[in-house]
């Protein structure tokens, strides 16, 4: 079985973003960029099911300007097989990476897509769902643990719900979507980064892949949020105690 | 303009989230017609709609569908199920809160209708036009949907609080009728399978609709000591809320994390003892009325928010605050 896993260039989770003074977006050159930490997740995870045995390759995706190669040599680091690359400048909303990846799904045929469940950037989090939606997948998403079921062909999926943990089973092939405690990657080790460097990125295009990029959105600005005005420090426990009964009157 | 509301119920009423997500309808525009669809199996589920039915008088009509196939809020069947209701209704607007319900099928049935949804609405300036976070909240991005009927939100339900209706307009109850499934698509249906959810039951609020939340983080050092903050928060009547490092350590399980990717609290007070005040953290408490924070490092980001600091040693401040804090009413 291949699995197939998503990776997103964005802004370093590190960084500090900076509006742009024209409002049109948020400042992107000049800045750190790094895989999403979802993403990182994502691969982990498949990472773990290949070497228990279960799975027999990881292909990596990405898709954007050129710079994402950086992105999935950094995959192919931490050891993903081999890379594809679809490769466009056109601005892509989750629906649009979700039928690109349909398209990679139809033709590489893996058994099991697992997605971070946002990117740090947007924080849309919709391309998993969409994903299993257009495949009729079944989809396991916000995902904390993960059992493989090989002979059964069934993931049992614990899933990161607003009342606690759900679990759910789910036929394969199936789409998960990863939440922040299913695993801790790895770090790319320095003999892998070298042998990284001979895997094979394939470069596709939307056009090849039969897709229409369109967009159904249009950003009108991007703005700062306002401030929170700056507090005052208090002294000792009464005083915290006596400003917020008759100051902030919320006790 | 017509809106179908996917709504979440509970115990035989609708939840305080999908309430918010007919707020947010109103704000649409006047006289937009709103229809909440509900979803499950047994007398719970007429219950919920004979609730929903009377809880707000923007309501005019509540769809049912009854079938042990969406027993559970999967997202295979309610996709579908809003395919088909979609399909026969022909809204302009489908919305649902941005809870893991929400987030979970909202983007699926999105696909299925070929739309790009718009995740997480803060505010809406307009039919098309919707203000919503990107980067955790450190930049505000205002987009115009120029696709097809239907729009597709997921809304943030801190930011559409819901009006008190007084009980003359509850009356005034919306027609109540049964999605007809006959057509209902099931290919994906059966794929998926609920096992189980494991929750953590308490008397305490709900942390998403809890007037005062208190928040431990790493500080807190253990499960044991975490307890200092359930006591404080019982004697408040308030909700417990933790960070991703809390949580991570295992102090208190993951439905209590606070923060980009936990939950988004704006109560009236909020009160973090030992948080640092990570950018992820401070996301989800932003748009708190009254933020304390208590920490032993006066250089902790958290103060840059606060707007009442103690820089002091937690384990100090909590039996204090304990001791001197009045009695909730």
């Known amino acids: 079985m291949k699995i197939m896993v998503a990776l997103k260039r964005v802004i370093d989770y590190a960084v500090k973003i900076r509006v742009k003074p024209d409002k049109s977006g ?7 960029m790094s895989m ?37 040599r950094t995959g192919l680091a931490m050891g993903a097989d081999r890379a594809i690359h679809v490769d466009t400048s056109s601005t ?60 059964k062909q069934v993931a049992t999926v614990d899933r990161e719900v607003d009342g606690g943990l759900e679990t759910l089973c789910l036929d394969l092939p199936a789409v998960i979507t990863t939440d922040l405690r299913l695993n801790q990657p790895r770090y790319a080790t320095l003999p892998n980064i070298m042998k990284a460097k001979s895997k094979v990125i394939k470069k596709v295009t939307p056009a090849e892949l039969k897709v229409e990029i369109k967009s159904d959105m249009e950003i009108v600005e991007v703005t700062e949020p306002p401030k929170r005005k700056a507090g005052v420090i208090v002294s000792s426990v009464d005083e915290l105690i006596d400003k917020l009964k008759n100051e902030a009157h919320v006790i | ?38 979803a499950g199996a047994g007398p719970s589920l007429e219950e919920a709609a004979s609730h929903a039915a009377s809880i707000h008088p923007l309501i005019s009509q509540v769809l049912v569908a009854n079938t042990d196939k969406l027993r559970y809020p999967l997202a295979e069947p309610w996709a579908e199920l809003v395919h088909l209701v979609q399909q026969k209704g022909g809204y302009s607007h489908i919305i649902a809160a941005s809870s893991s319900f929400g987030k979970n099928i909202l983007p699926r049935a999105a696909a299925l209708l070929d739309k790009s949804p718009i995740t997480d609405v803060t505010d809406i300036s307009g039919p098309q036009l919707f203000v919503r976070p990107i980067y955790a909240g450190n930049a505000l991005c205002t987009v115009r949907y120029t696709g097809g009927d239907p729009c597709m939100l997921t809304i943030r339900s801190t930011s559409f609080p819901v009006p008190s209706v007084s009980d003359d307009s509850k009356s005034n109850a919306a027609t109540i009728s049964q999605v007809d499934l006959s057509t209902f698509n099931e290919d994906a249906v059966g794929k998926s399978r609920y096992v189980k959810l494991t929750s953590q039951d308490t008397e305490r609020p709900d942390l998403g609709n809890a007037r005062i939340v208190v928040t431990g983080g790493r500080a807190l050092k253990s499960a044991e000591n975490f307890k200092l903050i359930e006591k404080l928060a019982e004697k408040l009547g308030a909700a417990v809320g933790a960070t991703r490092a809390a949580v991570d350590s295992g102090f208190v399980p993951n439905e209590l994390q606070v923060g980009q990717t936990g939950k988004i609290v704006a109560p009236d007070l909020y009160m973090a003892f030992g948080v640092s005040g990570a950018i992820q953290h401070l996301a989800g408490i932003r748009d708190s009325k009254v933020i304390v924070a208590v920490n032993k490092d006066a250089d902790a980001p958290i103060f840059q928010v606060a707007d009442y600091g103690l820089v002091a040693d937690l384990f100090e401040v909590l039996p204090e605050l304990l001791e001197k804090l009045p009695e909730k009413k």
Request: include cysteine.
């Open chain 1, 26 to 32: 948020v400042e992107t050159s000049n800045v750190k």
């Open chain 1, 36 to 72: 999403n930490p979802f993403c990182e997740i994502a691969l982990e995870e498949a990472l773990r099911i290949k070497e228990s045995g279960l799975a027999s390759e990881v292909i990596a995706v990405s898709m954007g300007p050129a710079q994402c190669v950086d992105t999935l």
């Open chain 1, 92 to 151: 892509l909303y989750p629906l649009s990476v979700a039928k690109l990846l349909k398209a990679l799904v139809d033709t590489e045929k893996p058994g099991l897509l697992i997605l971070g469940k946002q990117a740090i950037d947007d924080d849309c989090n919709q391309t998993g769902q969409m994903l299993a939606g257009l495949l009729n997948w079944p989809q396991g998403t916000f995902a904390s643990k993960v059992v493989l079921d090989k002979e």
């Open chain 2, 1 to 38: 303009i017509s809106t179908l509301i996917l709504a979440e119920h509970e115990d035989g009423a609708i939840k305080p989230s999908s309430l918010s997500a007919v707020a947010a309808a109103g704000a649409l525009s006047e006289g937009n017609s709103i229809s909440i669809l509900l």
